[in-house]
Structure formats: structure tokens, C-alpha cells
DNA sequence: AACACAAGCAACCGCTGCTGG
DNA sequence: TCCAGCAGCGGTTGCTTGTGT
């Protein structure tokens, strides 16, 4: 039995909030891991249609998927500009930073991380660095109960046996930028998509099999050009790359960095040079307009302004 | 080589909040 | 103001892969 098959047999049924069901076709929807077919199904009507009504990508395209699972597989796995593998160590203290601020939302924090998704950050962080701050924090406490029992040798201990010296800091503090974290722009890498790049190959055999006599690519594959024949004035209500960011094989070229999802890469202009504040607090937790709104009505000095990640871009 | 176990991760589930009629 | 539809979010599940015995 395919893989995919066993997958849809052990999930069970399609839940009655699905729009799918609605429509009569629960039985025909397909479940578990997608195919390359698939994805490549959803990039081309995304890059035609964009990213939104949902609801209407399987009875336009064909495709035996949900709404739902349309929507988590572009956002989680086809969106442009997704960075896959290893976090790096700044990255690892971003996300450590946010999740002290803002607990599990995974959202609030992957906003702050164009590059990722918020389920890759959810998973990191459930799989790897929870296990690392609770040998932190254990580092912590005994560090800490050691200065306390220093402190009261020296007779430096408040009531609350709060020592007056630093204790060891949770968060590396190699940030030139003051944010707990290093928050510098991170360093332009490939845009690779490993995931699309199956596509290429799907499509490859395709056009292949279309125009055999085609000349083969500079790179040696047999793709001459993309074949999605899209650009920025798509009907999407955010622009999207062109599809040579998303396929970059396809252009004959790798991009750096130049994803600009969902989240619009906001975080990674220039950083400000000051403590977390009040203004960052603020940054944080509002959505970007009504955080705007708020530093042109209620604000600030143009000093406040030019320290704002997002205002004084 | 075969098995058991653990870790990682893609995908699903169900709830919440927003939006438009 | 209410309600239905929809998109988004966070938690959970279970398959795949790696590692140890």
C-alpha cells in the first residue's frame, strides 16, 4: 500500500468544520503527505491567483485537498522564501528572547522570522530548546543559589535574597544592537528550496515529454524556462516574488534571500540601537498598522520614530 | 543484520477571532 | 447586533529517519 494511503487510513475522517464537507466530497479528500504533483498543482494556481481564498484552490484546481491543507502546505512548505535545516545560534536566541516575551505565540515570534515558519519554530522549539533551557535554567539556579550564598557571606543579600552582583543571564548577550539577541540582518544565503525543487524534476519529465527536441539549460537541467509565466501584477492582495524566486532552478539562478512571505521581512530592516523598550514592546505585540497609527498619533520624537524597527525604515 | 527506541518533523485537528451580509 | 463563513493559530498526532544494542 503507498505510504500516503496508510497515512489518510490512520487519521481518520474528514471533521464537519472543513468547508470541503460542506460541498459533499468528504470521501474524495485526500490526506497525509503531499505529493510533488500536488505541489506543484498549488504553486502554479497560487502564482495565478495568489495566496488567498482558500476555499476555492481544490474545486479550481482539482486537487483532492482541503482548504485548510492547501493553506498549511503553501505557508509551511511552498511559500517563497522559506529557510529549511539548522537554526543558527542567533536565531536560537531570537526565538528564546520572543518566547520569553510572548510565550507560545508561535506566530508572534515566526513574524519576527520572515525566513521561518511557525510551525518549524513550534517544533524547534518543542524538540530542541526546551531541552536546552532546562539545562540553562538548572545552570542558572545553581549559579544563582551560589551568588546568594556568596553574597551572604559578604552580607549583600536583600529580603527577597536577591543578590545586588549580576547573576548569569538566560539570553547571550553579543548583541551590538541591544536586543538580548544579535538581531543584525542575517547573512544572505541561497535561496534553497529543496522542497520546490522536486517540482522541477516533476515538471522536467513533463516538458520532456512536450517538446523533446527543447535544447537542455545552461545548468544541465532540461528546463529552458520557468513555466509559470507569472509576475507582480498578480491578483494576489500581497505581491508576490517572481517565480524565480520561488523556483530558482527554474531562472537558471539562486537567489539570496529574497523571500518575502507573509510577514514581509519586516524584522530584519535596519535594527535599532537601544535597549528593549517601551517602543519595542509596543512593535511587538501590535500589528504593524495600528502600531504606526499609534506612533504618529500618540508619538513621538522623531528620535522614538528612527529607533522603531518598522517606523523608521 | 535485525530490532527497539528516540528524535524530528509534516500534517492534521479543533478552537478562536475576524469579516461581511 | 447577530450570524455564518472563513482564515489563522496553537496543540497534537503519527510517520520517517537516525542511533544504539
Request: glycine share 6%; with cysteine; proline share 8%.
Amino acid at each position: 500500500m503507498e505510504q500516503g494511503d496508510d497515512h489518510r487510513r490512520k487519521m481518520g475522517s474528514r471533521p464537519p468544520w472543513c468547508a470541503c464537507d460542506r460541498a459533499g466530497n468528504t470521501a474524495a479528500m485526500k490526506k497525509g503527505p503531499w505529493m510533488p504533483e500536488e505541489d506543484l498543482v498549488l504553486v502554479s494556481y497560487i502564482h495565478e491567483h495568489g495566496p488567498t481564498k482558500w476555499r476555492h484552490v481544490p474545486a479550481s484546481t482539482g486537487l483532492m485537498r482541503c482548504s485548510k491543507s492547501c493553506r498549511l502546505r503553501w505557508t509551511n512548505y511552498l511559500r517563497p522564501g522559506i529557510r529549511r535545516g539548522n537554526f543558527t545560534p542567533r536565531e536560537e536566541r531570537v526565538i528564546v528572547h520572543l518566547h520569553s516575551l510572548l510565550g507560545n505565540r508561535w506566530a508572534a515570534i515566526a513574524s519576527h522570522l520572515p525566513q521561518r515558519t511557525d510551525n518549524d519554530i513550534k517544533n524547534y522549539w518543542n524538540t530542541h530548546l526546551k531541552k536546552k533551557l532546562v539545562v540553562v535554567e538548572e545552570q542558572h539556579r545553581a549559579a544563582a543559589a551560589a551568588a546568594i550564598v556568596a553574597a551572604a557571606a559578604r552580607g549583600h543579600v536583600d529580603d527577597d535574597g536577591v543578590t545586588t552582583s549580576s547573576s548569569p543571564r538566560l539570553l547571550a548577550k553579543d548583541d551590538s544592537y541591544g536586543y538580548g539577541y544579535d538581531a543584525r540582518p542575517a547573512a544572505a544565503y541561497p535561496c534553497s528550496m529543496d522542497n520546490v525543487s522536486k517540482l522541477v524534476k516533476v515538471k522536467a519529465g513533463c516538458m520532456k515529454s512536450a517538446s523533446s527536441s527543447s535544447p537542455p539549460a545552461q545548468d544541465g537541467s532540461s528546463i529552458r524556462r520557468p513555466f509559470f509565466s507569472l509576475d507582480q501584477t498578480s491578483r494576489s492582495t500581497a505581491p508576490l516574488p517572481p517565480i524565480s524566486n520561488v523556483v530558482p532552478q527554474l531562472a537558471g539562478t539562486v537567489l539570496a534571500g529574497q523571500g518575502q512571505g507573509r510577514h514581509g521581512g519586516r524584522f530584519f530592516h535596519e535594527p535599532p540601537q537601544q535597549q528593549l523598550s517601551s517602543i519595542m514592546e509596543n512593535w511587538l505585540f501590535l500589528p504593524k498598522h495600528q502600531h504606526q497609527q499609534q506612533m504618529t498619533q500618540s508619538s513621538p520624537t522623531p528620535t522614538a520614530a528612527a529607533h522603531c524597527p518598522c517606523c523608521f525604515s
